[in-house]
Every structure is written in C-alpha cells, then in structure tokens.
Nanobody
Framework: QVQLVESGGGLVQAGGSLRLSCAAS????????MGWFRQAPGKEREFVAAITWSGGITYYADAVKGRFTISRDNAKNTVYLQMNSLKPEDTANYHC???????????????WGQGTQVTVSS
C-alpha cells in the first residue's frame, strides 16, 4: 500500500508558477505509474497529468498541455507537477494518486493523497 502526501500549493498571481510535490511511502512506489488530478469547489475531480513508472512517458489534459510538466524521482519516492503560466481557472485542490487501471479517469487511480490547494488570482 502506497501512502501519498502532497505539498507545494499556495496563492499565486496569474502568469506565475508553482511546483507541487507528492511524497510516497512504500517500497513499491517505483513500480507504479502516477497521476495528478484537481478538484475545484462544486466540480468533479478531473485528470491533469500522468507519468509511467520509469518517467519515460507522460500524458496531459488538454487544459494544461504546454503549461504543466509532470516528473518523478524514484530515488526520492516523489512525483512533481511544475505549473507555469497559471490561470485563475487552475484554482483547485490538487491530488496525486497511483494509477491502477488502464484509463485516465478517477476510477483508474487509487491511494489518493489529501491534496494541496492552489489559488490563482487574476
């Protein structure tokens, strides 16, 4: 069982950057593909980005493509989400999760962290 703890959220102006981290416990972390999701108040949790266990392949939602970069450091049991050119619509609670299924819906991920809040002011 992998346990996940996110950090790095905060308040930033539009156009700014943040880097989120997701620290994992458990020796099997490097065996799993990982993902980031976000959830804004009153909205469904939505997929943001995913990365394979080796870090060789990444996948992004259209809304963040070209602005966000997912990466991982298996030696540190950590996944990152670098967010650039932030927009007010990026405001949400960001969660990392372990990819357990073949797709990119929230049902294909598990072991959710508590999340870290990102607020982008205009």
């Amino acid at each position: 069982q992998v346990q996940l703890v996110e950090s790095g959220g905060g308040l930033v102006q539009a156009g700014g950057s943040l880097r989120l981290s997701c620290a994992a416990s458990g020796r099997t972390f490097s065996s799993y593909a990982m993902g980031w999701f976000r959830q804004a108040p009153g909205k469904e949790r939505e997929f943001v980005a995913a990365i394979t266990w080796s870090g060789g392949i990444t996948y992004y939602a259209d809304a963040v493509k070209g602005r966000f970069t997912i990466s991982r450091d298996n030696a540190k049991n950590t996944v990152y989400l670098q967010m650039n050119s932030l927009k007010p619509e990026d405001t949400a609670n960001y969660h990392c999760a372990v990819k357990l299924g073949p797709g990119y819906g929230k049902g294909d991920f598990g072991s959710w962290g508590q999340g870290t809040q990102v607020t982008v002011s205009s």
